[in-house]
């Protein structure tokens, strides 16, 4: 047998008074280690290091070579490396059937030395010392197929090898491949013959699991990992990842449990799909995604080898993104979190609002309709009373007033200006008071909203003076013309009218329970003035009858200061101006401001 050193080795040292007791120190062993014997064999050349002792070419007593592998016992050795040689020793002698795994002879122990007698490989060859890469994908196939079927035999026994890499296998005259080095290899039920934390294996081949990934349990699909890495690495010569043996275990632990292997047919365009998906298949960091069993993998190799179908197919997107989602679920979660907050906030905060502003503007647009279609009827009314069509004064004032109204609220300034005007001019011809009223109240509003306040302020205090002074149509008025001089910057003039509009008795614990529409104009007022008025407003706003909403949610506004609260309830008292067309003015004033 030719054994080559492993390329890392890290058991822990351990005081086993096992040691102690096997010691022998006399010179009669001595002198026979010197002379090269070793129970019934003779050494004649030492070959090299194995992972737990000594190899030699040896003969037996009838002159027959063969590899012996010695472990000759001293204060340095521990506990475990003693467990260790004589667990490879059973193990191997259970396996000597197979024809691809090295037959052991006999085993034994001289004095302080033990020592496995097992079939010799002449050449000394391993796959460590074949042209990786530069083979058939037929000859690579040749050698990796018997490999696992050794595999195969050393699972139905029961026994994990554990350590499989290209050192491991040899290669005899016939060039036939021969799995040893049964050093690491366990029982599926057996414990574990090292300390918590301990390094079984050659780092490199190490499946994901034996470095921490998933269970962290080793298991026959560990060995099928670790001889996917060999095949991978016969068929292309080099890793599926980037690792080297100057990179520190930590790092190289890390590259097996996170990187993926690149596609077999990246590297080697002569190789089929079938024998790519099998290599990935063997390569799942998974274990649930990996071949369950290795004689799965030898049929689906000689598949490949015949140019037939195999049992396994490349992963689907789906189950590439399921997989990805598993190892990365800390970031899956997180974002599984946000796309929940961020539907949440749709269908609760914007797509209420969406809809709202869509509501809003169907409504607009058919008012706007219904309005333009009753102005054309009222106009053609109209002429045909200046024609002479036998109205009478009165109606001919009602309809004027109709039609300036729709005019008014399909936001026709002009229009509408006109009509109020000579309604103004007529309404007082004919002493009709409210009518009068109503068309500078009217007159007053649409110079609001072309930004003439002191016009307005004029117009309303004209109305005010022609209207009861505590009626409900003169508080109105009252409560405009503050609101006028509020807009134009006289900020104390609009106090002193909003504190005569106040009630000084108002009953704020009661909050906003009222059926009054005067209520609402001196609650409006006295919450210009005072922040127990506004807190009480905040309060009840959605509850303010229809037509005085819109003026509730300006006095919130321009009571509240700047900042987007202001901005939020100026849009909303545009959109429930009502008759107070200059609200929307203001809305487009803040907006502009903004910008």
């Not at 005259?173 to 366990?186: C, M, R, S, T, V």
């Not at 307005?456 to 002074?469: D, G, P, R, V």
């Not at 909050?511 to 609650?523: H, P, Q, R, V």
Request: charged share 30%; aromatic share 8%.
């Amino acid at each position: 047998m030719q054994e080559n050193s492993s390329e890392f080795k890290n058991d822990p040292t351990e005081n086993a008074e096992a040691c102690d007791r096997t010691l022998a120190s006399s010179d009669a062993q001595l002198r026979k280690i010197q002379l090269g014997e070793v129970g019934p064999y003779q050494r004649l050349e030492f070959i090299g290091m194995g992972g737990s002792g000594m190899v030699y070419r040896a003969k037996d007593a009838g002159g027959s070579e063969l590899a012996l592998k010695i472990m000759t016992v001293t204060p340095f050795i521990s506990g475990t490396e003693i467990r260790r040689f004589l667990s490879e020793a059973e193990t191997s002698k259970k396996l000597r059937k197979h024809p691809n795994i090295i037959t052991v002879y006999d085993t034994g122990q001289d004095g302080n030395s033990y020592y496995i007698a097992m079939e010799l490989v002449k050449g000394g060859r391993t796959f460590r010392d074949l042209s990786a890469g530069y083979m058939s994908i037929e000859e690579t196939l040749d050698l990796l197929i018997p490999v696992a079927s050794a595999l195969e035999y050393a699972h139905k026994e029961g026994i994990l090898h554990r350590d499989v890499k290209p050192a491991n296998i040899l290669i005899n005259e016939f060039n036939q491949p021969l799995l040893a080095d049964f050093g690491l290899a366990k029982t599926e039920t057996a414990e574990r013959m090292t300390m918590t934390g301990s390094i079984m294996g050659t780092p490199r081949y190490m499946s994901p699991e034996q470095c921490g990934f998933g269970d962290a349990h080793p298991t026959k699909q560990s060995d099928i990992y670790s001889f996917g890495l060999l095949s991978y690495e016969l068929l292309c010569g080099h890793f599926p990842y980037q690792i080297s043996n100057e990179m520190p275990l930590p790092e190289i632990f890390r590259v097996i449990c996170s990187e993926n292997a690149k596609p077999l047919r990246h590297h080697r365009k002569d190789a089929s799909r079938n024998l790519e998906a099998v290599l990935a298949r063997m390569l799942e960091k998974e274990k649930s995604l990996r071949y369950k069993d290795i004689s799965n993998v030898r049929s689906d190799l000689e598949a490949c080898r015949q140019g037939r179908p195999v049992s396994v197919r490349r992963l689907s997107p789906a189950e590439k993104w399921e997989r990805m989602l598993r190892r990365n679920a800390a970031v899956s979660i997180t974002v599984a979190i946000l796309m929940t907050i961020a539907l949440f906030a749709y269908f609760i905060a914007f797509r209420p609002k969406i809809f709202e502003k869509i509501y809003f503007k169907h409504v607009s647009d058919v008012e706007a309709v219904a309005a333009k279609r009753k102005t054309i009827s009222l106009e053609k009314e109209l002429k045909n009373i200046k024609e002479g069509g036998g109205k009478s004064s009165a109606d001919s004032l009602d309809l004027l007033l109709a039609s300036a109204r729709n005019e008014l609220a399909s936001a026709n300034l002009n229009d509408a200006k006109k009509s109020f005007t000579e309604l103004e001019s007529l309404s007082s011809a004919q002493s009709e008071l409210g009518v009068r009223i109503e068309a500078l109240s009217s007159l007053a509003r649409i110079e609001m909203t072309l930004a003439s306040y002191d016009q307005a302020t004029k117009l309303f205090e004209e109305a005010e003076k022609l209207s009861a002074k505590d009626s409900f149509s003169g508080k109105i008025i009252a409560f405009e013309i503050a609101a006028a001089l509020h807009l134009s910057g006289r900020k104390d003039e609009a106090k002193r009218k909003w504190r005569s509009l106040a009630r000084n008795d108002f009953n704020y614990s009661q909050g906003l329970e009222t059926k009054a529409f005067e209520d609402y104009i001196e609650l409006f007022s006295s919450a210009m003035l005072y922040s127990e008025a506004r807190r009480v407003l905040a309060d009840g706003a959605v509850r303010v009858s229809a037509p005085f909403k819109g003026l509730g949610y300006w006095t919130l506004a321009e009571s509240a200061g700047e900042g987007p609260e202001r901005a939020e309830m100026l849009k909303k008292a545009s959109e429930s101006h009502g008759a107070f067309i200059w609200l929307k003015k203001s809305s487009s004033n803040e907006k502009g401001k903004q910008k």
